[in-house]
């Protein structure tokens, strides 16, 4: 089963 | 005051359909540095951000910074309005509602002008790191898009594995398994037909190909798309839009729970 990660987990929210 | 002034609908009409897809409604950023525009998806797995530097504008003015919140399909809807040939003029004043689009046809004898109304969004920015990639691959913008839309037959991802000198795009499904490889082109005459294949260490990731065959939308803008990766961290396919600016989307990878 793949999960698709969300891009928050990645870039900081300014 | 902001105005600006493309020689072209048709680059405008194009950059429209590469995003309207994807996100529903977006604020385009107007600066003295040009147009610009960030947003997530509905469901914040891909984000889509433009670029169009004033120096590809025939004439460009902003006063003060403004934010132009607009419902992208209804932007689209307009812009289809011009023909591609037609000369475009975006203006808005500094606290107004509403963007004017004006279309001029080349022989300067039919002038239409829209008036949109804009939206007052508050939508999330996020902060793009610059950073090296692992792997960066340029091909024909069409063969990225072909791939996509095929290996789509087959699942609903597809793994990317970058080695040296080549690249390989495979997906798995119920009714079976593909696998697509290209090369790195030896020697082209045309540019646009190239493919490089720039590998500082070998990855494989996998990605939802219902993401990447948006970003397929982007294909009439360049002739070439490039994809950066590395290990566990979002895919980049950039658009270059030539003199002007570019399209890039970035996706989140998929990982096995």
């Avoid at chain 1, 793949?2 to 928050?8: A, G, P, S």
């Avoid at chain 2, 007052?120 to 063969?143: A, F, V």
Wanted: hydrophobic share 35%; glycine share 6%.
């Amino acid at each position: 089963i793949w999960k698709q990660l969300e891009l928050n987990r990645f870039y900081s929210g300014h | 005051m902001f105005e600006c002034r493309l020689p072209k609908a048709e680059v405008l009409k194009k950059t429209m359909d590469a995003l309207k897809d994807l996100i529903k409604e977006a604020v385009w950023d107007v600066s003295a540095q040009g147009l610009s525009l960030q947003s997530m998806d509905s469901s914040h797995v891909s984000l889509v951000q433009v670029t169009l530097r004033t120096e590809g504008f025939d004439t460009f003015r902003c006063d003060k910074n403004i934010a132009l919140g607009v419902n992208m399909d209804t932007m689209q809807k307009l812009m289809k309005c011009a023909s591609n040939d037609d000369n475009i003029t975006l203006k808005s004043e500094d606290n107004g509602d509403l963007l004017s689009l004006i279309f001029e046809s080349p022989n300067g004898e039919k002038t239409s002008e829209y008036e949109m109304k804009l939206m007052d969004l508050d939508i999330e920015q996020l902060g793009i790191p610059d950073q090296e990639y692992s792997c960066t691959i340029k091909m024909p913008s069409g063969e990225f898009q072909r791939i996509c839309r095929d290996l789509s037959n087959i699942g609903e991802s597809v793994n990317i594995t970058v080695v040296k000198g080549g690249v390989d795009f495979s997906a798995k499904g119920d009714i079976g398994n593909a696998k697509i490889h290209v090369t790195e082109s030896s020697n082209v005459d045309n540019e646009k037909d190239a493919v490089t294949v720039e590998v500082n260490e070998p990855v494989n990731l996998t990605f939802a190909l219902r993401y990447l065959n948006f970003f397929t939308k982007a294909t009439p803008l360049s002739g070439q798309v490039s994809l950066s990766i590395s290990p566990d961290v979002p895919l980049v396919v950039a658009y270059e839009i030539e003199d002007l600016g570019h399209v890039k989307y970035f996706l989140a990878p998929k990982i096995e729970n």
